[in-house]
């Protein structure tokens, strides 16, 4: 989808008692599987909008940071940097914090969806019972505005909002999305770990069903050519099938982009075709 | 004294009437070492001996079998050979390989190539070895498929002899007929119908003798290493499905091009799948002479006999015609292969046919999409020129689309008169650049950019300076292989191509060659072929696609929908002439063009 995406890294995680960013994820951290599931839902850049000085595990090819100048201005401040960091390049971002492990492309793609087709400069989730403004779609131009009313004092999401135009999308309407109501239908992409509680329970989750196929001379005896797998990253869905990411074999994801990627985040309703990458003929 | 691995002489047979005669050409060191053999050698001589706008189905246009200073030598893959000719299908520069015996006799007769000029009074086969040339009339040949008329020499001629072949296709001048080879086809461009025009049913050549090279010993061990590294995972597809293997895969990832490009997935690729095919049917495999990765798989046809599939005439005869059922698939390829045309330019004029008929612009109501008979039906009437629709698809889709018009131009699926391969451009933006600016044509084997493409390296649905890298580097690399020769299917195992190549070249030839100098002849083969089509009146404004390609967005299975737009395409082409060093025009530079030897 035509959108940049902004992830907001530079939180306190003061309830979590050690930075939500660094948190092991299924073999990387919670936020590469953040900003990696941003970039391979959307065409735009993507940018992780870290606090200043803030130290930030390794990130996915492609994927910049934008240091937040000042500390402590709350979440709005790290919305304006990161708008700002992609202007001229999108004129939509999907925004979101780094701590929502379940966060669900066709999540994405339904709000973006709502605020290109209407005229609105937000399109705001009210989902799990909540207004949810770090998992909402921001339009780029808003960034001088926020930044502005930040000097002003006015840095809580309500009083930003109270400037432009917001539309609301309540559930009902987010799962009026076929696909979105397939693939999250508890909206589960809202969900986020806030306490070692959280964290754990989220965890301990099993991993997507991933649909796993393969192609030529990848099919052997003991590797079928298509089979259904648990696998929260595309390295090991490989695993689970026995086979090497190496330079002789590609994956297609949902039959679309091409990778070699073994962090790459997986999720329900994926299909992943492994093919000889030597594909000459 | 010549290199190792050459014998420094091309020998020219002018055919003239009932006779032939012959001249040795000396080749300095300095020319092939500056061009290899093979494509390389082959564009050179096309520089020398093809007369500026000569009608490719002329008397005088020459046609080169060229060999190579790895033919004859213990490497795995080397006994292959090109076929170089200016086509009667593009008006320019063509070149094809085939390999096996025929490279090695062909080179044993002590030339770097044969180059065939004149015309002989009846249909005739020239026969070369160490005593010379000769031209025997053999109208009993007449009509013969290839293979029936391999069969026939060697039972008059004896088994020593090896023959490159024409079928009837090539004998009646189809634009896009083929050479043949025990059962291999020099396949692209229409060289079967240039030495058909000189009345050459055959090229036969017999060994005189073996080639030298500088250092014996240090060859076997290269040779060891290189047949060892031939086993391993680089070569598993070739060995396992072969190249039939792509034809699934690339329709998961909406690459293969289905119903004259109007999609990219076709419901009917299961069933003409190699994995599909493995299972109900018998499969032999088959390698060409000299070669450890046996990538050849034969498949049994229903009622009898066996065929031969690869990606290619599986793409062009089924899905690029709507055809999914394999035993009509089968039965097309091997009608391409008895008439001898080449099956992606058969099967995309066909396909283009098969539209003009839905659109109404031809009235030949049989001819539909999905109907594997019709595709035979126009086979037949293609590999016999027969009067209407016979004549005008033998002519290749440019041409055809030109006498028919009525827009059907826009969608001729061909980049300078070569019908495309079966990579979707629109879905494959590097390989996009590498069919349009190719001096072949629409190519998958002069450039590879689909291993870009299908690498996970790049976006492969946005064109860019990155897709621009990566054709022009394989390009560079499949213009050195091709010249050395060695087959591409062995491009996987190497990691630092050019270094390791000047490895396998050295010992050879004696030369101290490294990576920045085969580099370098990579570039002056480009440039070489570039300055012919130039010269026979190509322009910057044939290094382009197909209208449909540039102006009808393509939905993909993903959802997606692949945009290839003209601003897209072009700038990617003024990208890779700056990194060619040529001019806003695709015009090399005057030093290059002095690098190029042809003074």
């Not at chain 1, 201005?73 to 379940?102: K, Y």
């Not at chain 1, 949810?132 to 502005?148: M, V």
């Not at chain 2, 031209?135 to 088994?159: H, I, N, Q, Y």
Request: net charge negative.
């Amino acid at each position: 989808m035509d959108a940049a995406g902004i992830v907001l890294a530079g939180g306190r995680s003061s309830r979590m008692g050690t930075p939500k960013a660094a948190l092991e994820w299924h073999g990387s951290t919670l936020l590469h599987r953040t900003a990696a599931l941003l970039a391979r839902s959307l065409s735009g850049p993507v940018v992780v909008v870290a606090a200043p000085g803030q130290e930030l595990p390794p990130l996915p090819s492609g994927v910049r940071i934008a240091f937040d100048p000042v500390e402590g201005r709350g979440p709005m401040q790290g919305v304006a940097v990161g708008l700002a960091a992609v202007a001229g390049e999108a004129e939509t971002a999907f925004v979101t914090s780094t701590d929502l492990p379940f966060l669900h492309p066709a999540f994405v793609h339904r709000v973006l969806e709502v605020l290109q087709t209407s005229p609105a400069d937000v399109a705001l989730p009210f989902a799990r019972g909540y207004r949810q403004p770090l998992a909402a779609a921001y339009r780029i131009g808003l960034a001088a505005l926020i930044a502005k009313l930040l000097t002003e004092g006015e840095n809580r999401p309500g009083q930003v909002y109270r400037h432009c135009e917001v539309r609301v999308v309540e559930e009902a309407e987010l799962l009026a999305d076929a696909d979105l109501a397939r693939l999250d239908p508890d909206l589960d992409s809202v969900f986020n770990v806030n306490e070692p509680a959280d964290y754990a329970a989220a965890r301990a989750r099993p991993a997507p069903q991933i649909v796993v196929e393969c192609f030529g001379a990848l099919v052997g005896a003991d590797r079928p050519r298509k089979q259904t797998v648990a696998a929260a990253t595309l390295g090991s869905a490989a695993d689970a099938i026995g086979l090497a990411l190496n330079a002789h074999v590609v994956a297609a994801l949902n039959g679309d982009r091409i990778t070699r990627d073994p962090g790459l985040p997986l999720v329900t309703g994926d299909a992943v075709a492994f093919l000889s990458a030597d594909a000459g003929g | 004294m010549a290199p190792g691995g050459y014998f420094g002489r091309v020998l020219i047979a002018d055919v003239c009437g009932a006779g032939a005669t012959a001249t040795t050409m000396p080749i300095p060191e300095e020319v092939l070492r500056a061009y290899l053999g093979g494509v390389g050698l082959g564009t050179w001589l096309m520089h020398r001996l093809a007369p500026a706008g000569v009608d490719p189905l002329s008397p005088e246009a020459p046609l080169a079998f060229v060999f190579s200073p790895l033919v004859g030598t213990p490497l795995t893959t080397s006994a292959k050979f090109a076929v170089v000719a200016k086509s009667p299908l593009t008006g320019l520069l063509t070149d094809a390989l085939a390999s096996s015996q025929f490279a090695i006799a062909g080179k044993m007769t002590g030339h770097e190539a044969i180059v065939v000029r004149g015309r002989a009074e009846t249909l005739s086969v020239l026969l070369v070895d160490e005593t010379g040339v000769r031209l025997e009339p053999t109208p009993e040949l007449a009509g013969l498929s290839a293979a029936d008329a391999e069969v026939k020499l060697r039972e008059r001629f004896g088994r020593t002899w090896r023959a490159a072949v024409i079928g009837p296709a090539g004998e009646c001048g189809v634009r896009y007929a083929t050479i043949s080879h025990d059962g291999r086809h020099a396949g692209r461009g229409g060289l079967g119908a240039v030495l058909g025009a000189k009345n050459i049913k055959a090229l036969l050549v017999r060994a005189a003798g073996k080639a030298t090279v500088a250092d014996p010993d240090a060859v076997l061990a290269v040779a060891r290493d290189l047949r060892e590294r031939s086993f391993g995972p680089a070569t598993a597809k070739y060995r396992e499905l072969g190249t039939l293997g792509n034809l699934l895969a690339f329709n998961a990832v909406s690459t293969l091009p289905t119903r004259n490009f109007t999609a990219s997935t076709f419901e009917g690729a299961p069933r003409l799948a190699a994995e599909e095919l493995h299972e109900l049917r018998t499969v032999a495999r088959n390698s060409c002479a000299s070669c450890s990765i046996g990538c050849e798989h034969i498949y049994s046809r229903k009622g009898g006999g066996q065929q031969r599939m690869e990606y290619e005439n599986v793409f062009a005869l089924g899905p690029l015609c709507g055809v999914s059922d394999p035993d009509d698939v089968f039965a097309a390829s091997a009608a391409a292969d008895e008439l001898g045309v080449d099956t992606i330019s058969a099967g995309g004029t066909i396909a283009w046919a098969m539209e003009c008929v839905e659109r109404g612009l031809l009235d030949e109501p049989w001819l539909r999409f999905g109907d594997g008979q019709a595709v035979l039906r126009a086979l037949d009437a293609i590999g016999t020129r027969s009067p209407g629709l016979g004549e005008l698809l033998a002519q290749g889709s440019r041409h055809a689309a030109a006498t028919l018009g009525a827009g059907s131009g826009d969608f001729a699926p061909h980049v300078k008169g070569l019908e495309m391969p079966g990579y979707e451009p629109r879905t494959m933006q590097a390989m996009a650049l590498g069919l349009a600016v190719n001096s072949r044509g629409a190519d998958h084997n002069r450039s590879g950019a689909y291993e870009a493409d299908l690498s996970g390296d790049l976006d492969r649905l946005t064109g860019g300076p990155a897709h621009v890298a990566a054709a022009i580097g394989t390009e560079d690399r499949a213009a050195v292989m091709d010249s050395m020769i060695l087959c591409k299917f062995l491009r996987g195992i190497f990691t630092d191509h050019f270094t390791e190549w000047a490895g396998l070249l050295a010992p050879v030839t004696g030369w101290q060659v490294d990576a920045d100098e085969l580099a370098a002849v990579a570039r002056r083969i480009v440039t070489a072929k570039r300055a012919f089509n130039l010269r026979e009146g190509a322009t910057a404004a044939d290094d382009t696609l197909p209208t449909r390609l540039l102006e009808t967005p393509l939905p993909m299975g993903s959802g997606r929908t692949a945009t290839l737009s003209r601003e897209t395409l072009r700038g990617m082409v003024q990208g890779y002439y700056a990194a060619r060093g040529w001019d806003d025009a695709g015009r090399p530079t005057p030093a290059q063009t002095e690098d190029l030897l042809l003074a």
